[in-house]
């Protein structure tokens, strides 16, 4: 006989889970992790600075692209921003002018989203 399936606390994560804006990520070198699902913002910005790439570099990168999407959430200014790409993925050595733009592609999409 088959019975209905029965919730048991035996899994912490399962209390952990609760928002609904997570994903699990299966890594091939790694541990799973649950990561937060982006925000529009995030989604909308990472899609312009891929187009970008694309356009600059004739690459197609959305892991790069959000991680160009997370480091200016940590600046203010175009400035601060190109610094801290640099830091972060200096060996790319964009140049000022491919910084700019993504600069702006992602004031537009935080405006776009509010």
């Known amino acids: 006989m088959i019975s209905q399936r029965?919730?048991?606390s035996k899994c912490p994560v399962e209390a952990k889970v609760t928002?609904?804006?997570e994903?699990?990520?299966l890594r091939?070198?790694?541990a799973a992790t649950v990561e937060e699902v982006?925000?529009?913002f995030e989604e909308?910005?990472?899609r312009k600075v891929d187009d970008l790439l694309e356009s600059y570099m004739g690459i197609r990168d959305p892991e790069l692209a959000s991680t160009m999407v997370e480091t200016s959430k940590k600046t203010v200014s175009v400035q601060e921003f190109?610094?801290?790409l640099d830091s972060v993925l200096g060996e790319f050595a964009f140049p000022d002018e491919?910084?700019?733009e993504v600069w702006a592609a992602i004031g537009e999409a935080r405006e776009a989203c509010g």
Do not use: D, I, K, Q
């Open 6 to 8: 029965s919730r048991s």
């Open 19 to 21: 928002s609904g804006r």
């Open 23 to 25: 994903t699990l990520r």
């Open 28 to 30: 091939s070198g790694g």
């Open 38 to 40: 982006p925000s529009e």
């Open 44 to 46: 909308e910005a990472s």
């Open 82 to 84: 190109a610094r801290r």
């Open 98 to 100: 491919f910084v700019v």
